[in-house]
DNA sequence: TTCCACACTGCGGATGACCACAATTGAGAC
DNA sequence: GTCTCAATTGTGGTCATCCGCAGTGTGGAA
């Protein structure tokens, strides 16, 4: 766990300064890394924030770094910062998953609004993730048969057809029933279901009553 | 309804009839447009396919077409064509929703490729929002109170509490409960969780049995 | 005015879900 | 060898769901 970093990776030292100073007077937190390698060396997969990354760099390039982080499954938005970009390279970014791609000379402002969006894109992401992550914990807690009834339950088959199908009586697949709805913390099939399926609103308003008998 | 098209917006002939052949010759069905504006006129939201849009035309360039198809709630994939495009023009054109972004001159081979991308992607994107469409409409098949009753079906309430709080008694809460479950074609109220908030997949295999009792 | 959709209600029964209490068996851990 | 855990089963009972049958009242459309 981190607080959210807008990491900078250039090898000019002079640019690293200013935009750890622009950011600075917009309120964003920064780090500096003067190489994609010492970058990559550094970078966890649970860091927040986001990444500033020029292209053009001495050793490994932007693009290079980009693609390993890829590999090892970065969710960190990237902002590719470059000064002779072309629009293949741009467009072959993006369609990777690049959050933004600027050339320089840019905008101060329109930077850091950039770097502002990732952050929240970053945060949203990281929200949603966390609860995923959670289900995902508590389903690796049901033992393989709890899996197995939970999926027939999900199905909206009865009892009775679940003890069918798996062989076993109505009793126990009660047992397992209750010890998935348990372990997932919830108390109805229903609750399961949506627990397992995030989804859609609701249509019209829920408790509103307005004729009574 | 119509069969999917790739519909060619460009007002040099000469090019439209290369990307006409090129596209028969990878039996890649398609349409010609000699401009944006008569495109948007006949342009329909049932369409199936992808757009081929040339940037650089003498009225409304690609751009602001693209930027009316948005407007329109156009979901078919765009991909843009140009001659002199800029990094800024392909990036926010990206980010604005293009399927892809190609200089000239570009790869016939790229080209078809890419259009036979948006294609499938068009179809998959169709396909799923036709569900959704069936999904909306059965909803709009319930009344009012049905819709209230469902919703609080869904919050996992039992039909006593439900009852409580629309002032309403059980046997009517009943009756609204079965309606919706016949109009929405479900017959339990987990079918109708998952209906209204299709997800993710099952973990351990489901009917599969491996010991007996 | 008549017809119809919608909302509402009661009764009683069949079926399913859930639960406490009580136990057995087999596999791997200590 | 004992312990723990997963999986299994039965009994008996409570609560919830689902359904058919039968009927009331209201507001809008024909």
Redesign the interface.
């Known amino acids: 766990m981190s607080t959210p970093l807008a990491h900078i990776v250039d090898d000019d030292e002079a640019i690293r300064d200013a935009l750890t100073w622009l950011f600075r007077t917009r309120e964003v937190a920064s780090a500096e890394w003067s190489s994609a390698e010492e970058f990559l060396a550094a970078w966890q997969p649970d860091w927040h924030g986001c990444i500033v990354l020029d292209i053009r760099m001495r050793e490994m390039s932007g693009l290079e770094c980009f693609d390993v982080l890829q590999e090892r499954g970065n969710t960190l938005p990237v902002i590719f910062l ?1 000064g002779h ?4 390279m ?2 072959g970014a ?2 990777k998953g690049a959050f ?4 320089k000379p840019f905008d101060d402002n329109a930077l850091v609004d950039v770097v502002i969006r990732a952050l929240a894109s970053d945060a949203k992401r990281q929200a949603s993730q966390a609860t995923q992550a959670s289900v995902t914990h508590h ?1 690796a807690l ?1 033992t ?1 048969r709890e ?2 009834v ?7 088959k009865f009892n009775k057809v679940i003890a069918d ?5 109505m009793r126990t697949v009660e047992v397992h029933r209750a010890r998935v709805f348990e372990k997932m913390g919830v ?8 627990l ?5 609103d ?8 307005s004729g ?2």
Chains 1, 2 share one sequence.
């Open positions: 470059t970009g072309d629009v293949p741009a467009v993006l369609k933004d791609f600027l050339e389903l049901l393989p899996q197995e939970m999926n027939l339950v999900l199905a909206g199908e798996l062989n076993i009586s108390r109805s099939a229903v609750e399961l279901a949506q397992l399926a995030p989804g859609r609701k249509g019209a308003g829920g408790t509103g009553n009574e008998h």
